[in-house]
């Protein structure tokens, strides 16, 4: 164990606990817990956007994957950026304006009933659960491969950390270091990409020439099909990265984080521009780490590629650069999981508990501590289930989440904005057939069943023959939002007009 390894780590978590500290002194409210009071900035929320979007699938996952399988590695890259665009002209304003803390009261300031509020906290809480996984996995390869500490041991790690902050700081915690975190990534990025470039003798064209022949692959490694063979497989896979953003429950929770709509487009643009610059460093990581460290050594360390990057750090700068990207990637792990755990227990302490089994009647103390509990019980389940994930690529992990993401929340979101007939059946339907669709799906794909044995966690032929349903479940999402309005009488044109004003305008009765 490398000294300047544990001095980094501790200084990363001592200036996350510093924030945490400050930040509990400002939490008093649930307004306060769940979206920082609506106080952030436009760039500040931006920052903490990127600082939440830009996870272990980002950093650990698509620098593995690009290592590993060349320009397939960059479809994640390619999907997650392009997915922003979906947020910002279709989501970001009138999210902000109909909804207070969560998705589900955005889609009830139109229906107003508890199923849809139900429905809407369960595709929350199914789509964190999916996220989690990934970023604690990728928390768990991270630490197991610097501290020589058992895999479920780095997991409860990670675990403890993320709960304490939620429990103690709220949004305004979570948020800063969010923001903390998504500049150290920059800056760690920027660097390593800076010295492959300095290998390269600062020639990009010169790059490209030498990865056709560093690997086994040979010129296959800069074309499509070296991982994704089955061309309708890699449509599916990018329908789940380019619209899964804009379902995705703790993205959309950050615009409730800033005063107003307009606010919101800004946080978006902050977004979308620190994420694209990121993404376009990706391949210098990938190649990098190709070239530097090595096939053979990456599959050592973790058999899904997860540590590329921190073992490019260390080919490249020695240890310390390996221990602050290290550190990085651990702070990368805890403000993502954080803001998480954040949304998973906000839909249950204010969806379920306060506004359907309470009806509404509930104290702002009373659903705090709701929101503490709830907290908890995400946490524990979350790290249950990351305990038998371990050998799984955690960029390939949350692109599940994604598809889930887009077959049970866009559709819903669209229809609610924009189609003047949908309505209760519709909204039900809607996110009951995506969710359920692309749940059973994958539980039936090779994900779950490969006749290889130690490929998948069981071993038997697939039924679905594709890794990713979304080409199959985001349609069948769409589909089941139209017949279920279409089967239902219930029309209801004049609160469709209210929605309408109030998504545009922000205008509050």
């Not at 990363?12 to 510093?18: E, N, S, W, Y």
């Not at 750090?313 to 290290?326: C, R």
């Not at 651990?330 to 506004?355: E, N, R």
């Not at 979350?382 to 992990?397: G, K, T, Y």
């Amino acid at each position: 164990m490398n000294a300047s390894v544990v001095i980094m780590f501790l200084l990363i978590v001592a200036l996350t606990l510093v924030v945490t500290y400050y930040a509990a002194k400002k939490t008093k409210t649930t307004g306060d817990f769940y979206t920082a009071g609506g106080g952030l900035t436009g760039w500040q929320n931006g920052l903490a956007i990127a600082g939440d979007y830009l996870s272990a699938a980002s950093f650990l996952g698509i620098a593995g994957a690009i290592a590993l399988f060349g320009f397939d590695g960059f479809f994640y890259s390619i999907g997650f950026l392009i997915a922003y665009l979906v947020v910002l002209f279709i989501v970001a304003e009138p999210l902000r304006n109909l909804g207070k803390y969560t998705l589900a009261d955005m889609i009830n300031a139109r229906f107003d009933a508890k199923k849809v509020r139900g429905v809407a906290a369960l595709n929350t809480i199914t789509i964190v659960i999916f996220y989690m996984i990934a970023q604690l996995v990728g928390a768990g390869a991270l630490i197991q491969l610097l501290f020589g500490l058992d895999y479920w041991v780095a997991v409860l790690i990670v675990g403890v950390m993320m709960t304490i902050y939620v429990l103690f700081g709220g949004m305004t915690a979570t948020s800063w270091v969010q923001i903390i975190k998504a500049v150290l990534l920059m800056i760690g990025t920027i660097i390593i990409s800076f010295l492959v470039l300095a290998k390269f003798d600062f020639n990009i064209l010169s790059m490209f020439s030498e990865m056709k022949t560093v690997t086994s692959h040979g010129a296959e490694y800069l074309q499509p099909g070296l991982k994704y063979t089955d061309p309708l497989g890699t449509i599916s896979l990018m329908i789940a990265l380019v619209l899964g953003t804009a379902g995705l429950p703790h993205i959309l929770m950050r615009f409730f984080t800033v005063k107003d709509a307009k606010t919101a487009r800004s946080s978006v643009v902050t977004a979308t521009w620190v994420v694209g610059i990121f993404y376009v460093l990706t391949i210098f990581l990938g190649f990098g780490a190709a070239a530097f460290v090595g096939f053979d050594t990456i599959l050592e360390a973790n058999p899904a590629g997860n540590m590329a990057a921190p073992l490019l750090a260390e080919a490249l700068g020695g240890d310390f650069l390996m221990s602050f990207v290290s550190a990085v990637a651990f702070a990368t792990i805890l403000a993502v999981v954080a803001g998480l755990v954040l949304s998973g227990a906000s839909a249950f302490a204010h969806d379920i508990y306060g506004q359907i089994i309470k009806k509404g009647k509930i104290s702002d103390k009373e659903q705090m501590l709701a929101a503490k509990y709830a907290s908890l019980g995400v946490a524990v389940f979350s790290i249950l289930l990351a305990l038998f994930a371990q050998n799984m690529n955690v960029a390939f992990l949350v692109s599940l989440a994604f598809c889930v993401a887009a077959s049970a929340n866009l559709p819903v979101i669209i229809y609610t904005i924009y189609w003047r007939r949908f309505n209760t059946a519709g909204a039900v339907s809607a996110m009951l057939t995506g969710l359920l669709t692309s749940v059973i799906l994958v539980i039936i794909s090779p994900n779950v069943f490969s006749p290889v044995e130690g490929a998948a966690i069981f071993v038997g032929d697939p039924i679905f023959p594709f890794t990713n349903p979304a080409i199959v479940s985001v349609p069948l999402g769409f589909i089941g939002g139209y017949v279920g309005t279409l089967l239902s009488k219930e029309v209801n044109l004049k609160r469709y007009a209210k929605v309408k004003v109030k998504a545009n305008t922000g205008y509050r009765e």
